[in-house]
Nanobody, 121 residues
Framework: QVQLVESGGGEVQPGGSLTLSCVAS????????MGWFRQAPGSQRDLVAA???????NYADSVKGRFTISREDAKNTLYLQMDRLKPEDTGVYYC???????????????WGRGAQVTVST
């Protein structure tokens, strides 16, 4: 089993910044792709950003140029730097990771429990 724990959420004014972190723990053999999803109240969960093992990245159009995803595999940690935040960025941010686990090397997708981000005046 693999556990993902997000931190760094909170409330910020429009134009402000926050950094989310996600630490993976458990029977990890290798982390493959990782990403952040966002779910606003009454809406579906949508991809915000993703990063592969060679640091190739993918962003939702709404966050391009404002958010930066990165990973630190030595610490099994995923980050999301969020700048110039807007009220429409409000939502619960979920960390996700595809991971090979020991001892079977099977590949599964795991999710964290989410971190609330609120952007308001």
């Amino acid at each position: 089993q693999v556990q993902l724990v997000e931190s760094g959420g909170g409330e910020v004014q429009p134009g402000g910044s926050l950094t989310l972190s996600c630490v993976a723990s458990g029977n990890i053999s290798r982390l493959v792709s990782m990403g952040w999803f966002r779910q606003a109240p009454g809406s579906q969960r949508d991809l915000v950003a993703a990063i592969g093992t060679n640091d190739n990245t993918n962003y939702a159009d709404s966050v391009k140029g404002r958010f930066t995803i990165s990973r630190e595999d030595a610490k099994n940690t995923l980050y999301l730097q969020m700048d110039r935040l807007k009220p429409e960025d409000t939502g619960v941010y979920y960390c996700t990771a595809d991971a090979h686990t020991s001892p079977t090397w099977k590949l599964y997708t795991y999710w964290g429990r989410g971190a609330q981000v609120t952007v308001s005046t």
